[in-house]
């Protein structure tokens, strides 16, 4: 039989008990220990005898020590079976699950685990399992997201000629008021809130499938609500339908809450109730119309998804005075975190023009 594989000459037995002393790992204390005998110039059985394990074991020790030092001798990670795609199959999953399925085609309108598995059969022949399909994706950096409404319709092009004139149209608004007068820019918009409330999601055990109450009553009211989020401010009211009337009375309350001696620029959807020449605007507003179905340009939607996710849906009202009552509860809740309205509403083409 051949000799041993010697160890390397940077260490002795003194260091190596040191480190297995204050190591968290009580394998690689083991390991250190045995290897100590070693420098001791106790035989590799001896060594094989304290680290309770074979001498092939010792020896594949010696040989991760001289490699790596202690380091080496730590506990590593099972390699596992190697994975059944390869890295241009990853490429193609990440398209289709960047392009979405085609309906016609997939037969299903959203990507599920199932239906990706299903299809990485039909293109390549590889059978994976849901939960490996998963993991897949998170490797490739998807994870699963509420996606944000944005209108069948929209024009991408008006989107972006909208923000970048903004900043012209609120100095064309500046000018037409006396100098200095300091400008506050707001966003309005009205949420319906009734008994066929939504149901999100929500944490469970894996598996199980969590319920939530639905009620099929058609009672409901709106509340009517716009923010200043460089401010921090909102203004709101809850009131039981849309119209000239109602908006003329949300007016007034966005006018008591813009800063005496301020004007507000207050950014809205063409909803016929907002664009009347009926409605009575206060003297310190100025209406600037948003693009038509450009939702996403107004931070309020983000504002009603907030609400809903985390005060508002799955619950039962019992009628139309509860619903009233928690709509305005949720609402100065909101208005009582400042920082919230900030976070959730600054947009970078209207803060600071």
């Not at 290897?35 to 001791?40: F, G, M, N, P, V």
């Not at 193609?92 to 085609?105: K, M, N």
Request: hydrophobic share 40%; net charge positive.
């Amino acid at each position: 039989m051949g000799a041993g594989i010697g160890l390397r000459d940077d260490f002795d037995a003194a260091g190596l008990r040191r480190l297995a002393r204050t190591t968290k790992s009580t394998n690689q204390g083991r390991r250190l220990l045995a290897l100590a005998e070693i420098y001791d110039g106790r035989s590799r059985s001896d060594a094989a005898r304290i680290g309770g394990v074979t001498l092939q074991i010792v020896r594949d020790w010696v040989v991760r020590f001289n490699a790596r030092g202690p380091d080496g001798l730590l506990d590593g990670k099972a390699p596992g079976k190697p994975s059944l795609l390869n890295d241009a199959q990853r490429q193609v999953l990440a398209e289709v699950v960047e392009s979405g399925p085609i309906p016609a085609i997939h037969g299903v309108v959203r990507w599920r685990l199932i239906d990706l598995a299903r299809w990485l059969h039909d293109e390549f022949g590889v059978s994976l399992t849901e939960t490996t399909v998963g993991r897949e994706l998170k490797k490739l950096g998807y994870v699963k997201l509420t996606a944000r409404p944005r209108h069948h319709a929209q024009n991408e092009y008006a989107m972006e000629d909208f923000k970048k004139g903004f900043a012209a149209e609120l100095a064309k608004i500046k000018a037409s008021l006396p100098r200095d007068t300091p400008i506050e820019v707001w966003f309005q918009d009205e949420a319906r809130i009734g008994q066929k409330n939504k149901i999100t999601r929500r944490w469970a055990q894996r598996g199980t499938r969590p319920s939530a109450p639905k009620d099929q009553r058609t009672k409901s009211a709106y509340i009517f609500g716009a923010i200043c989020p460089e401010l921090g401010k909102g203004a709101g009211l809850v009131l039981p339908f849309c119209n000239t009337q109602t908006m003329s009375l949300h007016l007034a309350e966005i006018s008591l809450a813009i800063e005496p001696g301020a004007h507000g620029v207050l950014l809205m959807d063409q909803a016929g109730w907002h664009m009347t020449g009926k409605l009575e605007v206060p003297e310190n507003i100025s209406i600037v119309p948003l693009p038509p179905k450009c939702p996403e340009l107004n931070p309020v939607e983000n504002i009603w998804q907030f609400l809903r996710d985390n005060w508002l849906s799955n619950r039962i009202f019992t009628s139309h005075d509860n619903i009233i009552d928690l709509c305005c509860e949720a609402w100065n809740r909101l208005v009582d975190q400042p920082w919230r309205i900030m976070t959730i509403g600054r947009r970078k083409w209207a803060s600071g023009s």
